[in-house]
């Protein structure tokens, strides 16, 4: 099984999905619910249909906020915008696959760590886990979208747990346990599946953003992962 199975699952919730007018208090709300990371989608109009949130606001979320600041970059030419994004504050920085090519990929991940960023690798929906493969043991974390990236509030695309076994997988035979987070249409009825197929890092939009109360959805989402984890790990024992 993978290495982090018994470390607990991390949530970072999606400010895509908080209210921008309110975000200080929403950015309260998700450190008091326990959130471990805060997720920052940045999209650029060009890599992804939509254009939201970039340097401007991480530099200044990262004056008021103690968690760390997990960048999810859906941009073209990364490697341009990843030093503005470290330089602002980003703890993690991730970058898509599909917007780099040749040895890109491989430049991003120095560049990122260079700079004293962690540094992940995303995979699109319809991208093969073959695509990162080569740089799965360099990188602090795989990103596996479990829907289109563009939009929050989609629905969780069926088998992407698939996915997320592949990487472990890969990672494992490359020995080395790179965080594995799963983004897209993940809340507590959804979950299951990647966090039993080892995904230990869900990013939820709006299934805490929209929730009546958002520290309880995070505290369910929380408590229903460890019931997986759980779960998941007696029954791994009983095969062993
Ligand atoms: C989609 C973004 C996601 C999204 C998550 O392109 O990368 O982070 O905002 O939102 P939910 O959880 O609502 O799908
Ligand atoms: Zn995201």
New binding site residues.
Partial sequence: MVMTMFEPVRISP?I??ADFMDLASDIATIQRGGADWV?V?V?DGHF?P?LTMGVPLVKQLKRSCTMPLDV?L?ISNPLRQIPWFVEAGADIVTFHIEAVSGDEGLQAVELARSLGAQVGVAVKPATPVGAVAHLVPLVDMVLV?S????????SYIEGSELKVTEVVDVAREAGCAPVVQV?????PGTLGGVVAAGADCL?????VF?ANAPERALADIRARAEEVRASSAAEAAAHA
């Fill in positions: 999606s895509l999905s997720h989608d999209m992804v939509n999810h859906m979208m829907v289109e990236p563009g939009f929050s509030g989609q983004d897209g249409g993940i809340g990013v939820c939009g709006n299934a929209a």
